[in-house]
């Protein structure tokens, strides 16, 4: 059974960075789209940021508009982990952020979700 587990998020100064990271674990047939999304509360999820997988580059990226040029979305095909790199963050950046992968075969998958609070 594939899983996917979160991990670094935290509290925050507004301005600060965090990195969150998310590893796909399990027997399965490879990941074609791996995401962030988050939802605040009362508010319905939303997407952050997703990335596609290449062979021969670094995957196509889409953002949010909210947090183009301040969040970083990559990913290690061969750890399957994908990354968000989080710079300059807003209080209206706290959420609980969830990791998304489109599986092959498998299907759709989320992870538990992180805390990410940006407060002072």
């Known amino acids: 059974q594939v899983q996917l587990l979160e991990s670094g998020g935290g509290l925050v100064q507004p301005g600060g960075s965090l990195r969150l990271s998310c590893a796909a674990s399990?027997?399965?047939?490879?990941?074609?789209?791996m995401g962030w999304y988050r939802q605040a509360p009362g508010k319905q999820r939303e997407l952050v940021a997703t990335i596609t997988r290449s062979i021969t580059s670094i995957g196509v990226t889409n953002y949010a508009d909210s947090v183009k040029g301040r969040f970083t979305i990559s990913r290690d095909n061969a750890e399957n982990t994908v990354y968000l790199q989080m710079n300059s963050l807003k209080r209206e950046d706290t959420a609980v952020y969830y990791c998304?992968?489109?599986?092959?075969?498998?299907?759709?998958?989320w992870g538990q979700g992180t805390q990410v609070t940006v407060s002072s």
């Open positions: 399990g027997r399965h047939f490879g990941i074609n789209a």
């Open positions: 998304n992968a489109l599986f092959n075969i498998l299907g759709d998958r």
